[in-house]
């Protein structure tokens, strides 16, 4: 529960960023936010004809999968289902949910999927693609933790696997198949309700989100250098403290191991976010959502300057019920993107956000900050889109529905593959 101060804290510190607005949308986004740079991580190929981007957004239609619509000129398979057997003898996993793609030597690459189920039966699989998209192999990378929610991946080719629950820690675990080294607990990135990750490559810096009504925005500053023990043991856990012009005081979490009270109740100087779910990095900058508020926000760590990228929030509230039932029936459901969660973003720096319930939709955001869908899922009614992941040259891109048509956590995740028609 939020007390009145941090619910008032909360209200102040909204309306002080929306006076740096310059539209209701969109506040300190320019072309540096999408500029090309020398690192190569989480980017790709832009010059593939295959590469599915904005230009695809176009009016959806049916695809051969029943259910799912997507623009003309792309089609949707269905790759995986929870409860059944993908390749060999590895069964999907239930409640498919973050995931991130890994190049492999061989020109191919690696879909890894968490598990939010509980009762420690989550965890994380991978489906294995040879260099033509073909499934080659699937197996499990991370057994026996619980609700694994979202993650990230690292550019040290590792999965960072988020456990959502209050005193959730974050795994680290390797997309190859036996790979000795992992998992690992990485418990000094702190005990809470964790969502998504998202690493800075230039200095390894890594950033989370909190899924709580009055979560925080981290960071974890390494102790030293990359596969040693130091860079976790001798890092430091930190909180954002924003202040009204958008720039940040970054606060030490006094115990991120959470011995005697949650980190929330540690810092009440830090800044609460409405719940805090996706984050990615591209090109130096790191974005986040926030689905109550129906947010996207935009960090720019060398300005150490954070500011909203895409405000639903304006474009939610319908009072009136009976013109609420009219925008739903319209035909043309350009809405805005609402209840945003798990985000990746195009070679082009087009964020492409799940939505968690509304009408089920993956939709891009433009420069900008306006909102259209690339894919739609209907009949998914007790879901929610999660997992979005682009294969490394960007043609292909896969997602999941958590819990399918049936609503069943178990049994009812389906797991897709988005191409171009050739």
């Known amino acids: 529960m939020v007390n009145k101060n941090r619910r008032q804290f909360l209200k102040d510190f909204g309306t002080g960023l929306l006076t740096l607005s310059v539209s209701p949308y969109i506040i300190g986004v320019n072309k540096q936010a999408h500029a090309s740079s020398a690192n190569s991580f989480n980017k790709h190929n832009f010059f593939n004809p295959s590469l599915i981007g904005w230009d695809d957004v176009s009016p959806l239609k ?3 999968v029943s259910g799912v619509l997507v623009p003309e000129g792309l089609k949707c398979t269905l790759i995986a289902k929870s409860g059944e057997k993908v390749h060999g003898d590895h069964v999907w996993h239930g409640s498919p949910d973050g995931a991130s793609v890994f190049p492999t030597k061989d020109n191919g690459w690696i879909y890894v999927s968490n598990s939010e189920l509980g009762g420690s039966k989550g965890g994380a699989g991978a489906i294995k693609f040879n260099q033509n998209g073909q499934i080659e192999d699937s197996y499990s990378i991370l057994e026996n933790s619980n609700r694994n929610c979202s993650g990230g991946s690292t550019p040290w080719g590792t999965w960072l696997s988020c456990e959502e629950h209050d005193k959730g820690i974050v795994w680290e675990t390797s997309p190859f198949r036996d790979d000795n080294r992992f998992p690992k607990k990485r418990k000094i990135l702190g005990a809470f309700r964790h969502e998504g990750a998202a690493v800075d490559p230039y200095n ?4 989370m989100t909190h899924d709580d009504m009055a979560g925080f925005f981290y960071r974890f500053i ?3 250098e990359v596969y040693t023990d130091a860079f976790y043991d001798k890092g430091e856990l930190q909180a954002a403290k924003v202040n009204k012009n958008g720039s940040i005081v970054w606060l030490k979490v006094p115990d991120p191991f959470v011995k005697y009270e949650s980190i929330i109740e ?5 800044t609460p ?20 508020d129906h947010r996207v926000w935009l960090f720019d760590p060398v300005k150490n300057k954070l500011s909203i990228f895409y405000d639903g929030k304006e474009n939610f509230g319908i009072k009136n019920p009976f013109s609420w039932i009219k925008n739903w029936r319209e035909e043309n459901q350009d809405k805005p993107l609402r209840s945003p969660d798990q985000i990746t973003v195009s070679n082009g720096g087009y964020p492409l956000v799940a939505e968690d319930g509304d009408n089920m939709e993956l939709c891009f955001l433009d420069h900008n900050g306006f909102a259209k869908p690339l894919v739609r899922i209907e009949g998914h009614w007790l879901s929610e889109i999660t997992g979005p992941a682009f294969s490394p040259d960007g043609s292909r891109l896969y997602f999941s529905s958590q819990r399918g048509k049936s609503g069943s956590r178990s049994t009812g995740g389906m797991t897709f593959e988005i191409t171009r028609v050739l």
């Open 204 to 207: 390894n810096y890594i950033y």
């Open 222 to 224: 390494p102790g030293g």
């Open 273 to 292: 976010f409405e719940r805090g779910e996706g984050i990615a990095y591209f090109d130096g900058k790191i974005f986040f959502t926030t689905t109550n």
């Open 62 to 64: 049916e695809s051969d």
């Open 266 to 270: 540690q810092l009440p100087e830090a």
